[in-house]
Antibody
Framework: EVQLVESGGGLVQPGGSLRLSCAAS????????MNWVRQAPGKGPEWLSY????????YYADSVKGRFTISRDNAKKSLYLEMNSLRADDTAVYYC???????????????????WGKGTTVTVSS | DIQMTQSPSSLSASVGDRVTITCRAS??????LNWFQQQPGKAPRLLIY???TLQSGVPSRFSGSGSGAHFTLIISSLQPEDSATYYC??????????FGQGTRLDIK
């Protein structure tokens, strides 16, 4: 079964740090680009960060750039998100999501997140 | 960033109804548009990608159409299990994708 399982969430004080993990199973993890997406209470999903399958290309949303660090270990089939300088507005459910692509022609690709974990909850509060 | 705007924000419909949800992008995104369904307490579930391609396992009563900046999700015959929040998401600016604000669908 294709599966992603997040862990590492919890209650942390403002300014604190957490490290989230995402364990993959049932598919060739090293072949897929991966993302972190979060969802604050009552809000829509917000993309946070992307990491390529193997060449180390990384992107961040402006809201977390400089505070969060994405990484992966293909041998361990795991994705990580190191979160520092946490703020109250970082409170959310954090999801890891696998990205798949299909050709769209002219060297473009349709990109979609087809597998999601169940999420791990991060609460930033004193 | 590309902004995605959905309408309506919420709606209520009866079992068997045809339901239409609209999504507008702040610029031309060609057909780089995906739809997700999210039930309370669960992760988003991919329904449709590339505007109109049904993800494996998704019932055929779901369909998508559009191009450019105007897109629609149609549920042809609403079922009780379709009660959820629906999100559109653009992948034109991959990987900096953005989601709409969501449309909450309730069953009367």
């Amino acid at each position: 079964e294709v599966q992603l399982v997040e862990s590492g969430g919890g209650l942390v004080q403002p300014g604190g740090s957490l490290r989230l993990s995402c364990a993959a199973s049932g598919f060739s993890f090293r072949s897929y680009e991966m993302n972190w997406v979060r969802q604050a209470p009552g809000k829509g999903p917000e993309w946070l960060s992307y990491i390529s399958s193997s060449d180390g290309t990384i992107y961040y949303a402006d809201s977390v750039k400089g505070r969060f660090t994405i990484s992966r270990d293909n041998a361990k089939k795991s994705l990580y998100l190191e979160m520092n300088s946490l703020r109250a507005d970082d409170t959310a459910v954090y999801y890891c999501a696998r990205a798949s692509v299909v050709p769209a022609g002219n060297n473009y690709y349709y990109y979609y997140m087809d597998v999601w974990g169940k999420g791990t909850t991060v609460t930033v509060s004193s | 960033d590309i902004q995605m705007t959905q309408s309506p924000s919420s709606l209520s419909a009866s079992v068997g109804d045809r339901v239409t949800i609209t999504c507008r992008a702040s610029q031309n995104i060609n057909k780089f548009l995906n739809w997700f369904q999210q039930q309370p307490g669960k992760a988003p579930r991919l329904l449709i990608y590339a505007t109109s391609t049904l993800q494996s396992g998704v019932p055929s009563r779901f369909s998508g159409s559009g191009s450019g900046a105007h897109f629609t999700l149609i549920i042809s015959s609403l079922q009780p299990e379709d009660s959820a929040t629906y999100y559109c998401q653009q992948s034109y600016s991959t990987p900096r994708i953005t989601f709409g604000q969501g449309t909450r669908l309730d069953i009367k």
